[in-house]
């Protein structure tokens, strides 16, 4: 990795500025020889102790009674401390001044094709090296106070634990030694502290929870220490950050329902937990001292918009000050400036600002992949590094893969589609220059969560003839760049969602639940979940919003799909302006690999240009409706009579027969009629 910026330090010419430095010389050098005359004298009075070791603080009396009170008012899960180690927790200190010739080095952990890795950078020139390099994560880096020890959680022995490295010789031990996620280390003043968040179960309610513990590590074997639990509370504790005068340690919390900056006073014994982020419309995130104590910084994420805001902890009453973009920031030796990581949503950078002006100090740094914590150590990293430090900055590693395109001898413009084997969608194909990206994608996914996700599609590449749904016209999926996941995993709850607002865009941030939940595999959620069938619960908010936040941060180990997926080239598209109506207008489960392209020259190495400006099929001309006639008015129905019952009927009788009448001759002396006699 070879992001750099060219800077050179100018000449000194002004007398004023010689002076300066000058005076600044005599400043280190008094320092040491005042430093020499401490050490001598603690010799003398034979309180020596290790080299590697800060002595203990000399008013021990005040900082047992007060960790006394700590331990006596917080409930735990471990047995208490001995009188010794109680009485070895740091005290308040005075912070000296700075060597204002030392700019330090900035130390991230960044994702590099599969894992994360460290990596540090000098401000000069901000070119990136590794620190760090194997087939594990190393996340959340933390420097000490002297500079010589950096703290951090890794998973290189299968479980999330803490390690220390030492920078002078390359030397990682181990902290920690547990089954449960061990991450986000921050130092106690004198070294021989560590605050860092767990991922514990109560075995009274069988619920797991993130609480921040304090655990000795300057002992033989740091991992066999019983740590104590600073928090125990129902909602989650963490990110913590102890403060460089020691009576202090800030943290995150859910307990009042959304994400807020909380301050653990170790010298109160009652009202000991402070709220000082107090913007409810807000999400707070990763606090950070300024090495003189004085001011205390966080990310604070509202409508859209991510800012570094810094609170004066010697005026608590005054609001905290915007200094600018960024969602993860680490203080110089000075505490006059951050190094801070800006997101986007698919792109992440390293810039940095003053504290007092807002101006920046560093230019925007592309670090192609996400970042997963921040440091910035006092002094420089000792030259020449150590040989295990060389060989992890001499690594090249492997692409995570390759792009493959199939030919067949025929020279063309346009690019071709190819089928997905063994996967299940409408239609299994994608463009040929990104399948291997695509099948790669999966297998990590399959070995990070012990599942495969990606072997069920609700779409791949849609032809044109095939339309999507209203708003989608011009979307991905015809240009075979992208994919839609399954759904169904979501509803079945091996799925949840993160809102994330860029500006007036809606992005998500989808999380997988690992198959094993031992602690191997994934790490404990840190921030709410959307739940979008909420708008269906009745709630007229909930419906208008198009979902609402879920109260509780879910139980169980996850992986970051889309974190992953960045890796690959896969971007995350943002929800269409109808989602708070139409679930589908969401989005969520739609990633694609533009590879830099707009839409429509992605559009053009499939079709010709006359395809894609007619790209919607013309629906069938509407025959034209003949006019419905006026419908007349139905008359009012008479009641029906009943009817009369019908008699049977009689019998016929059957008739008798008639007799033959039989002519006789007869004379009759009477004539019937006048004869007529001719002579």
Not at 173 to 194: F, H, I, K, M
Not at 485 to 496: L, P, R
Not at 613 to 642: A, V
Request: proline share 9%; glycine share 6%; charged share 15%.
């Amino acid at each position: 990795m070879n992001d750099s910026f060219n800077s050179h330090s100018p000449e000194i010419s002004d007398p004023q500025d010689k002076t300066k430095l000058i005076r600044s010389i005599i400043l280190v050098i008094s320092a040491l020889l005042l430093a020499l005359l401490v050490f001598h004298v603690l010799n003398r009075n034979g309180n020596q102790t290790s080299s590697t070791v800060p002595p203990p603080p000399t008013n021990s009396t005040n900082v047992e009674s007060s960790i006394v009170v700590l331990l006596s008012t917080t409930e735990s899960t471990t047995s208490s401390p001995t009188p010794d180690l109680v009485a070895s927790l740091p005290a308040p200190l005075t912070i000296q001044e700075p060597d204002q010739t030392v700019q330090g080095a900035i130390i991230l952990a960044i994702k590099e094709g599969e894992y994360t890795h460290l990596f540090y950078c000098q401000p000069s020139n901000c070119a990136l090296n590794r620190l760090t390099y194997g087939p594990w994560d190393d996340i959340t880096p933390a420097i000490s106070a002297d500079g010589k020890y950096l703290a951090f959680a890794s998973n290189r022995n299968g479980f999330w634990d803490l390690y220390q490295l030492e920078l002078g010789s390359g030397v990682i031990v181990q902290l920690t030694n547990t089954t449960e996620y061990d991450a986000s280390p921050s130092w106690s003043p004198d070294g021989r502290w560590l605050s860092y968040e767990s991922y514990v179960t109560d075995p009274a309610t069988n619920t797991s929870n993130l609480e921040i513990f304090i655990r000795e590590i300057t002992a033989s074997n740091p991992e066999t220490q019983t740590p104590i639990r600073l928090t125990d509370d129902p909602g989650a504790d963490y990110s913590p950050a102890w403060s460089p005068v020691g009576r202090q340690i800030a943290f995150v919390s859910t307990r009042d329902g959304d994400e807020e900056i909380w301050i653990a006073n170790l010298d109160s014994t009652n009202n000991r937990y402070q709220k000082i982020s107090l913007n409810e419309l807000a999400r707070d995130n990763h606090p950070a001292w300024s090495p003189d104590g004085q001011y205390l910084a966080w990310s604070t994420y509202i409508d859209g918009v991510q800012n570094i805001v810094v609170s004066d902890r010697t005026q608590p009453a005054d609001p905290p000050r915007a200094i600018g973009g960024g969602s993860w920031a680490a203080w110089d030796v000075y505490s006059k400036s951050l190094a801070v990581i800006l997101e986007s949503p698919n792109q992440t950078y390293l810039t940095g600002y003053q504290s007092d002006s807002s101006q920046m100090i560093l230019p925007m740094i592309h670090l192609r992949n996400p970042a997963s914590g921040i440091t910035w150590m006092n002094t420089s990293l000792p030259q020449p590094l150590p040989d295990i430090l060389q060989a992890a900055a001499q690594v090249t590693p492997a692409p995570s893969w390759q792009a493959a395109e199939s030919s067949d001898g025929i020279t063309s413009e346009r690019h071709r589609i190819v089928y997905l084997n063994d996967i299940s969608a409408p239609f299994p194909q994608l463009h040929d220059a990104v399948d291997e990206a695509f099948f790669s994608l999966r297998s990590e996914i399959s070995r990070k969560s012990g599942w495969d996700f990606l072997s069920t599609l609700e779409n791949a590449y849609v032809p044109l003839t095939s339309p999507l749904y209203p708003g989608m016209v011009d979307d991905w999926l015809y240009t075979g760049r992208s994919f839609a996941f399954n759904t169904a995993s979501a509803n079945a709850g091996w799925a949840v969602v993160v809102r994330e607002d860029f500006g007036a865009q809606i992005y998500w941030r989808v999380l997988l639940r690992s198959r094993f939940q031992d602690g191997s595999q994934g790490s404990p959620l840190h921030h709410l979940t959307w739940d979008f069938y909420a708008r269906n619960s009745g709630d007229p908010r909930a419906y208008e919003q198009g979902g609402q936040l879920i109260e509780t941060i879910p139980q169980g180990y996850w992986i970051d799909f889309t974190q992953i997926a960045r890796g690959y080239g896969w971007e995350r598209l943002p929800a269409l302006s109808g989602w708070r109506l139409a679930l589908p207008s969401a989005n969520y489960n739609e990633y694609a690999l533009t590879d830099g392209l707009s839409w429509y020259n992605a559009m053009l190495e499939l079709y010709p240009a006359e395809a894609v400006i007619t790209q919607t099929p013309l629906p069938p001309p509407s025959l034209t409706p003949t006019r419905t006639p006026r419908p007349t008015r139905t008359p009012t129905p008479t009641m029906t009579l009943i009817p009369t019952r019908t008699l049977p009927p009689t019998l016929t009788l059957t008739p008798t027969k008639t007799p033959t009448v039989t002519a006789t001759s007869s004379f009759s002396a009477t004539p019937t009629a006048t004869e007529l006699i001719v002579p």
